[in-house]
């Protein structure tokens, strides 16, 4: 089978991850890759924040008050639950988007983005990485925003990439027979 189609089949989702680190040099290639999405009018949307072990303790923290929240309290297990979802891959970095005033050009912006991180997903996949693109909650709360000293009038946090080696093996998820989504016209 040609090998991109071959990774871009096999790929999937990976949620749980060993704790192995990634190499930096496979992280700074998944980057590179990402940048290298189409982009209509070359405006390089993207911007990327590799989140180090002090920052990523209280992005964890805030996805787990934002669950207390929600939950109205949270025990002992469903809060370890959230600190190995959101706090556990080796790598962490956060995507954001560069909001253009044109709306066009923002929806196009999102969609290199949105490019970018599946490319990067793909490079880490033929290294034998796995990742997540996580929307996680907390991806939208103040809390991150100022974290990160990010403004919310010119910039959109719009998910984080989490990479590492997988924890075990993942049950491949399905998609509808591309016979159900393809038209022909004449
Ligand atoms: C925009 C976007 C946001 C996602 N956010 C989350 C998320 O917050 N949590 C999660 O577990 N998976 C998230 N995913 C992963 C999807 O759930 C996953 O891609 C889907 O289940 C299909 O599985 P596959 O990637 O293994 O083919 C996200 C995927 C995309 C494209």
Redesign the pocket.
Known sequence: MNPIFKTIKE???V?FYLDKPVPEELVNAALEAAIRAPNHKLTNPWRFIRIGPKTRDKITDIAVALKAKKLGGLSEAAEAKVRKKVGSSPVMVVVVHELNDDPLRCKEDYASC?CAIQNASLLLWSEGIGS?????GYSRTDALYELLNIDRNSQEII?SIFMGYAEKE?V??TRRPLADVLSTTE
Request: glycine residues 14%.
């Open positions: 790929r999937s989702t949620h949105a997540k693109w996580s929307t996680g998910g993942h491949h998820s």
